[in-house]
């Protein structure tokens, strides 16, 4: 088989390859690995080196074993690691033993570390690992892919929250995993993100955290806009809050089109130049993880992917889900803790009410029972109607206990949610939320099943909950930060845009008011408002 070095694809001897047009007369430059090199006892056949960093270098190659290419990378770390033409072995600068060995532990642990992730699809899985030549390699998945910058340029320069979602957030918990595992990338960029041909965001380049950081033995290699603030400064601790502003910035530019401010030259406060025509397309919880995520000061920054994924998830509905669950768990949770501790004996007035219930439960079993096996009665009753049938409680000898549909029209939801517990007769859930003037905020309005059915013990009675009035009044938000306001307003239901104007008074970055309201007016839920930002005081040419 007469491999092509260039693309490891089969082309029949020739000299210029009709897949790729690499010249097979090509020599390879020393300190790299000949062109054909065979490792792992001909497992591996080498071709021409990728890319190289201070780390080492990758090469695209061929595996014998799973008859297709892979991406070999090899450690040899710039200024002390080097090789002779003549020979494969990797050669240590005289007076660099230590340091060497050192780097290439570090190498293997880090490599070993993300090889354990390999089900992770926004990860290149790691095939194997092994040592020769002094060195050591790690075997990589080849794919097609294309750059995310092209990608971006494909589609105009940038994309929109709802396409950046499904592509982003495979990453962020993937990410997540990674430094669970005290495992980091600490280069998180455009330029080292790639999509799949099935439309995946995949993160590459990885590489030993020495050469992502200011005061290590190599020269840092960080990439402006994108790396953090420590890692320009000399002893910066770099750790999960360092690839969460990578990934922030990513994201950023992603939907903007502009990557944020160079890391070390920002200031404190922490200010975000976002476009006006991208900022009134974003939604506000977006904005607000998208400062929160890059923050100067680390101690200010989102610390977790973990919390990343809830400030870009928390949209209001996301909220309410999130709210109502930790109720039901609080709730759960002081129920049990509060349970009164069960009496040696019981009194004789328990006896009563039990035979009286279970003298109940009998005839509601045999009317149901009769029911069933007279079903035009049902008809007469309820009409012909499969829906109002089917709610019925159809029951089995597995499950013969029956509760009524109680109303819960005209009730608080948040109230009714509280009392929920996994002893509950019936479970409350709330699908949508509708604007009733009419009706205060959190009543519930509708319910299906209706009231008065008998269902199965832990049938799902599904809810409908107003929203209160239409019309709400805008909060005061002048000499607020933008992040603070936007939040204010998106508490109230309504999507906030931006312009910015010059101030002479307000702070640059502060908001003045809004454009076309003051605060204390009214307006429909929903409603786009806009807000002025001062941009300092004017200044003249």
Not at 87 to 112: P, W
Not at 283 to 305: C, E, M, W, Y
Request: glycine share 8%.
């Amino acid at each position: 088989m007469a491999l092509c070095f260039g693309c490891m694809k089969e082309n029949n001897g020739e000299q210029i390859c009709p897949h790729c047009g690499f010249d097979r007369n090509t020599e390879q430059s020393v300190p790299y690995l000949p062109l054909g090199t065979k490792l792992q006892d001909e497992n591996y056949i080498v071709g021409k080196k990728i890319s190289s960093n201070a780390e080492g270098a990758k090469y695209i190659a061929y595996s014998n074993t799973m008859h297709s290419p892979v991406i070999i990378s090899e450690f040899m770390p710039a200024g002390i690691g080097g090789r002779s033409k003549s020979k494969n072995t990797v050669i240590v600068k005289s007076d660099y033993e230590k340091q060497y060995a050192q780097l290439h532990e570090d190498f293997l642990k880090y490599y070993r570390n993300i090889a354990r992730f390999r089900d992770l699809k926004a990860i290149s899985p790691i095939f194997d690992i092994f040592s020769e030549n002094n060195t050591s390699y790690v075997v990589g998945e080849a794919y097609e892919s294309i750059p995310f910058t092209e990608y971006l340029e494909r589609r105009g320069g940038s994309i929109e929250w709802g396409v950046a979602r499904p592509l982003f957030m495979p990453l962020v918990s993937a990410l997540s995993s990674l430094h669970e595992a005290e495992t980091g990338h600490y280069a998180i960029a455009p330029s080292n993100l790639v999509v799949t041909a099935d439309g995946k965001l995949r993160l590459k380049s990885f590489a030993i955290g020495e050469i992502r950081k200011t005061g290590g033995f190599f020269e840092p290699e960080l990439i402006t806009g994108c790396a953090a603030p420590e890692q320009y400064r000399e002893n910066g601790v770099i750790d999960e809050a360092t690839d969460v502003y990578g990934l922030t910035a990513t994201l950023f530019y992603a939907l903007t089109g502009t990557l944020p401010e160079n890391g070390s030259t920002r200031k404190p406060d922490g200010k975000l130049a976002i476009p006006t025509a991208i900022f009134k397309k974003l939604p506000p919880h977006i904005v607000k993880a998208l400062s929160k995520g890059l923050q100067v000061n680390k101690t200010d920054r989102i610390q977790t992917f973990e919390e990343l994924r809830t400030q870009l998830s928390a949209a209001p509905a996301v909220k309410a889900i999130q709210n109502e669950a930790n109720r039901n768990e609080m709730k759960k949770q002081t129920v049990q803790r509060y349970a009164p501790r069960k009496r040696e004996g019981i009194p004789g007035y328990v006896w009563g009410i039990t035979g009286v219930l279970a003298i109940m439960l009998i005839l509601l079993v045999v009317g149901t029972y009769w029911l069933q096996t007279n079903p035009e009665m049902l008809t007469k009753i309820f009409g012909n109607n499969d829906d109002i049938q089917t709610s019925l409680s159809e029951t089995s000898d597995d499950n013969p206990y029956l509760v009524k549909i109680p109303n819960l029209i005209g009730k608080n939801y948040d109230d009714i949610a509280a009392m929920q517990n996994a002893d509950s007769e019936y479970v409350v859930i709330k699908a949508n939320e509708e604007i009733f003037s009419d009706q205060a905020e959190g009543t519930i309005v509708n319910q299906s099943p209706v009231a008065g059915i008998s269902a199965e013990k832990g049938v799902k009675v599904v809810v409908t909950v107003s929203m209160g009035q239409n019309n709400r009044e805008l909060p005061a938000i002048s000499g607020q930060s933008l992040e603070a306001a936007v939040e204010a307003l998106g508490q109230q239901g309504f999507i906030a845009s931006g312009t910015y104007v010059a101030s002479d008074t307000v702070e640059e970055g502060k908001v003045i008011g809004y454009e076309n309201y003051n605060a204390g007016d009214m307006a429909p839920y929903g409603s786009k408002i806009v807000i002025s930002i001062s941009q300092g005081p004017e200044t003249s040419n």
